[in-house]
């Protein structure tokens, strides 16, 4: 396949094959945006009515968590058909409608591929789970219990337990990195590969501009199926598992992050090439993230962006933090390129994690616009939502049902979007009950009544990613001369010729910066010393501008 030969709605992408770099991308998790049935889910329909929304904020793309046919244990993300939508979001007429509504509003479309496991209702699992001598035999990870009976290594699931369950048809365990119901696929099977590179091809030829890889580290595990090391309590994190599940007690080097991944993800650019589309790849590593993150996507032949967890977990970041984490990417990551999120669909909130205020959010949100790499921001994010509260009753999450109620799960953060303040279901759904309940606190943050409101965040996340588009150095350029002084940072960032320093105040007092003086681009006036205030950023071009 080459350039000539692709369909009309995305010839557009051969205008730039970069457009991915410095990209601000919106994350749509379709059950909760906009209902357009009355049936209390999401659905494509909606995203459809609601796109003009999100083309207003300014964004590059967006990326739509999965709508394909699915028993729904994980909501999406345990496929049973790659390529189908499921009813309960609509048709492949109706993605068409996205794809082109989206690009006529001048948008390009990321969706969520989940490769390393399927649902154990795909067809493809249940020839394979039949008996041990059919064509697909081998297509998931099968081996036999040890001589005890017990599964045959240490390996744990996320969602809790062990990774292997037993299946009574073959007399062998198959491996779950997740739920007993997503049974993971064996990359070491090169027709498990094609398979998977023929669902990017009915995507790319359908017109997506590209892909959110999910847990794309966890592609291929050692054939050996040697134990995992333990981990001394004083190295374990929750950054992939909560602390509550005994996941992070492992060094995970055998279950996942296995060398052999780079070649799929090389066979798979290979075909997203032609149609210059871009990835970012989901990185869920509690103790290499950001070097598997490098990895990932260095050079031209690997995946555009991958993300890692720094940025979407923990207590708030600090300047020193920060800082920390640019100078990591700089040492295990400096070919690479880092999709930076405050907020996804897996975690809480960050307005809610970080206890951030009006004044906070904003300068977290103009952070991220003048970080480094592409940025991420997740539905709702601009309005400023906090994480919700769901009664146990009303959980739908099986992650957080199995650990509650020292983990809620991330039900939290799933609840439907809020559009109307005075609409019933704040304008999700005309349904008695939605899918998981609408948060009253939400309310008071409605899209509708925002845009009417002068001091709303979205007007500040408007402004941030203008500045951003209106700037090729802070959108592509390199980041240096980081410089970290109590609560502020500041740092250069550099293309073609054009240098911009940028300094921010990431704490609740006042505090003096020197070497601010240039172009005055936006926040306080520049100076060669210049006071910022709780929360208040300068940025100023101290270099000629160069080309765009």
Known sequence: MNVETMTHSNTHLAKDPDWWRGAVIYQIYPRSFQ??????????????????????????????????????????????????????FGTLADFDAVIDTAHRLGLKVMIDLVLSHTSDQHPWFAESRANRDNARAGWYVWADAKPDGTPPNNWLSIFGGSAWHWDSRRQQYYMHNFLTSQPDLNFHEPAVQEALLDVARFWLKRGVDGFRLDTINFYTHDARLRDNPALAPKDRTAATAPDVNPYGHQRHVYDKNRPETIDFLRRLRAEMQP??????????????????????????????????FEL????????????????????????????????????????????????????????????????????????????????????????????????????????????????RNGGFTSAESPWLPVFPGHLNHAAAQAEQDPDALIHHYRHAIALRRAQPALARGSLEEMVVNGDVLSFTRAHEGDRLRFAINLGAGTAEVAGMAGEGIDGVA??????????????????????A
């Open 35 to 88: 209902d357009s049935n009355g049936d209390g889910i999401g659905d494509l329909a909606g995203i459809v009515r609601r796109l003009p929304h999100i083309a207003s904020l300014g964004v590059d793309a967006v990326w739509i968590s999965p709508f394909f046919t699915s028993p729904m244990k994980d909501f999406g993300y345990d496929v049973a058909n790659y390529c189908d939508v499921d009813p309960m």
């Open 275 to 308: 149609w210059n589309a871009a990835a970012v790849g989901e990185v869920g590593d509690e103790q290499r993230g950001l070097e598997i993150l490098g990895e990932y996507t260095s050079g031209d032949d690997l995946m555009q962006m991958c993300y890692a």
């Open 312 to 423: 979407l977990s923990g207590d708030r970041p600090d300047a020193a933090r920060i800082a920390d984490v640019m100078a990591k990417v700089a040492e295990v990551a400096a070919d690479g390129w880092a999709c930076w999120a405050y907020s996804n669909h897996d975690v809480q909130r960050h307005v809610s994690r970080w206890g951030l205020t009006g004044a906070s959010a904003r300068a977290f949100t103009t952070l991220m616009m003048c970080l480094r790499g592409s940025a991420c921001i997740y539905q709702g994010e601009e309005l400023g939502l906090p994480e919700a509260d769901v009664a146990y009753q009303d959980l739908q999450d099986p992650y957080g049902i199995e650990f509650w109620p020292e983990f809620k799960g991330r039900d939290g953060c799933r609840t439907p979007m809020v559009w109307e303040m005075a609409e």
């Open 526 to 547: 520049p100076g060669t010393n210049i006071t910022l205030g709780p929360w208040q950023h300068c940025l100023v071009r101290q270099g000629k501008r160069g080309g």
